[in-house]
């Protein structure tokens, strides 16, 4: 059974750790997370998954800055070993619901444009592909650019 919670300062030495293993090609350092972190209930949520064990197996982040305006996905992740068991997407109704509680009228997200099952999910919740961005993970390493509206 997969348990799901707000992510707290404590946590943060995990999700650094699984952050390498998740985005070996442009992981965030202890200090972004950190950074990100301040921002915590007022304009940012981070939300964690834990196995039966209580381990941390996945988490996930989103920015609203403002009503109005559209809610940042900052990192989605899940560990190889427990993907395709609906954890993806029940980290974005979350965070989707968050940002509509900001007021948020869309979200934007980045993913690689090589993540074929992170595209289709996305796809499947609605998000539609407005862009494409040049060396975003470093070079030669392209994301896509995707958008829902939520208001």
Known sequence: MIIYRDATALDL????SMEKQ????????IGQFKEEFKGVPRTHF??????????????????????????????????????????GEAFMERLENWAIAKESNAMMLEVGVDNAAAIALYQSLGYSTVSTRKDY???GLDALVMRKEIS
Do not use: C, Q
Not at 13 to 16: A, D, G, K, N, R
Not at 22 to 29: E, I
Not at 66 to 79: H, K, M, N, Q, R
């Open 137 to 139: 993970y470093g070079a």
């Open 13 to 16: 030495p995990v999700l650094t």
């Open 46 to 87: 981070f939300i964690v998954a834990l196995n039966s064990d209580n381990e941390i197996i996945g988490y996930a982040a989103v920015m609203a800055p403002a009503p109005g305006v559209e809610a940042d996905v900052l990192t989605v992740g899940v560990l190889p070993e427990h993907r395709k068991a609906g954890i």
């Open 22 to 29: 998740l985005f070996a090609d442009a992981p965030w350092s």
